[in-house]
């Protein structure tokens, strides 16, 4: 449940649900194919009050998606979300991080959506 509410944005929601026990980054040592961490959808999507509620709890913010690839600041920076990308960066995400798919940096991913902030940013 955590997963489907950060990726709708909902941060009382995710709220409810940590306060109720849920974890923050659910199999994080234990990632299959299939998984994404509920800040990597939170980031995907753009939702910043999420993000920010799972960093304070302590989220993972270079924790990759082994199913897509990536790390929570390259979907932001490819999806064109700057505030993410800032909060992400703030929070210690590696700017030098590569994807495992294409190789690529978060600045690669901003470059190719031509997110100019974004450039600016990394």
Same mark, same amino acid.
């Given at each position: $449940?955590?997963?489907?509410? %950060?990726? !709708? +944005? *909902?941060?009382? @929601?995710?709220?409810? #649900?940590?306060?109720? /026990? &849920?974890? =923050?980054?659910?199999?994080?040592?234990?990632?299959?194919?299939?998984?994404?961490? $509920?800040?990597?959808?939170? %980031?995907? !999507? +753009? *939702?910043?009050? @999420?993000?920010?509620? #799972?960093?304070?709890? /302590? &989220?993972? =913010?270079?924790?990759?998606?082994?199913?897509?690839?990536?790390?929570?600041?390259?979907?932001?920076?490819?999806?064109?979300?700057?505030?993410?990308?800032?909060?992400?960066?703030?929070?210690?995400?590696?700017?030098?991080?590569?994807?495992?798919?294409?190789?690529?940096?978060?600045?690669?991913?901003?470059?190719?959506?031509?997110?100019?902030?974004?450039?600016?940013?990394?």
């Amino acid at each position: $449940p955590i997963h489907q509410a %950060a990726l !709708q +944005g *909902h941060v009382e @929601v995710v709220k409810i #649900l940590l306060e109720a /026990g &849920a974890q =923050v980054d659910p199999h994080k040592d234990d990632y299959d194919d299939e998984t994404t961490s $509920p800040l990597w959808r939170a %980031a995907d !999507q +753009g *939702h910043l009050e @999420v993000a920010e509620l #799972l960093i304070q709890k /302590g &989220a993972d =913010v270079n924790l990759p998606s082994f199913r897509l690839e990536a790390f929570p600041i390259h979907t932001a920076a490819a999806n064109g979300h700057a505030e993410v990308v800032r909060l992400l960066l703030k929070n210690g995400a590696d700017v030098d991080a590569r994807d495992y798919y294409m190789d690529w940096t978060p600045l690669m991913h901003a470059a190719c959506g031509n997110h100019i902030g974004i450039i600016n940013l990394l």
